[in-house]
Nanobody, 126 residues
Framework: VQLQASGGGLVQAGGSLRLSCAGS????????MAWFRRAPGKEREFVAA????????QYTDSVKGRFTISRNNAQNTVALQMNSLRSEDTAVYYC????????????????????WGQGTQVTVSS
């Protein structure tokens, strides 16, 4: 699966951005999807993940209640709606996918993901 992320940009604290990731393969609906991020000087961090069927999601604590992950299997896309952005959300955001057999599985560890997008920069000014 080739992944293309988009939607990053510069936003003031408290603002919103919507990231999108488009997958190239027709078996997109057999992949669990996630967003990770890497801030300057820090390691890659899990942000959010969604199961194949879209019914299960998981978030890192710092974004709960502010970010929402969703997917549209008919369009081979996954989105990350980011509200109430903070300066500490500044990072390069990456989408990732992994083939899973069971539709309810959510993965949160980077090493479990096979395919990665190129990243999109999100900068939140305070």
């Amino acid at each position: 699966v080739q992944l293309q992320a988009s939607g990053g940009g510069l936003v003031q604290a408290g603002g919103s951005l919507r990231l999108s990731c488009a997958g190239s393969r027709r078996n997109f609906n057999q992949h669990t999807m996630a967003w990770f991020r890497r801030a300057p000087g820090k390691e890659r961090e899990f942000v959010a993940a969604i199961s194949r069927n879209g019914y299960n999601t998981q978030y890192t604590d710092s974004v709960k209640g502010r970010f929402t992950i969703s997917r549209n299997n008919a369009q081979n896309t996954v989105a990350l709606q980011m509200n109430s952005l903070r300066s500490e959300d500044t990072a390069v955001y990456y989408c990732a996918s992994a083939y899973v057999r069971r539709p309810e599985i959510v993965l949160v560890t980077p090493s479990e993901y096979e395919f990665w997008g190129q990243g999109t920069q999100v900068t939140v000014s305070s």
